[in-house]
């Protein structure tokens, strides 16, 4: 596994973002102060899930507002290591 910099760690909380890592398009999130990351096209058909909305820890897909169904399979997350002012993840 490589570890990977995903960028500044400069969002607020309940802030959330694009990043990528290894030609990954991920969304890295704030919540409440700790930050996380996962896969960040949505496993139904693509939705970006960075353009979602928050709400504390639930990511709604902007593209058919769902939580659950249909999407068949949860997103892929990733441990978010943050060194000084720079997050990295291992992928
Ligand atoms: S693309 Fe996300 S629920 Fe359909």
Redesign the pocket.
Known sequence: MAEINIGKADLKPGQKRLASANGKKLLVANVAGKYYCMDGL??????P?WDGMLDKNIIT??????LRS??KQDEKSYNVKQKGNELFIEI
């Not at 949505?42 to 939705?47: I, L, Q, W």
């Not at 897909?61 to 769902?66: E, G, L, S, T």
Request: charged share 5%; aromatic share 6%.
């Open positions: 949505c496993t139904h058909v693509g939705g899930l897909c902007p593209w058919h507002k769902c249909p999407p």
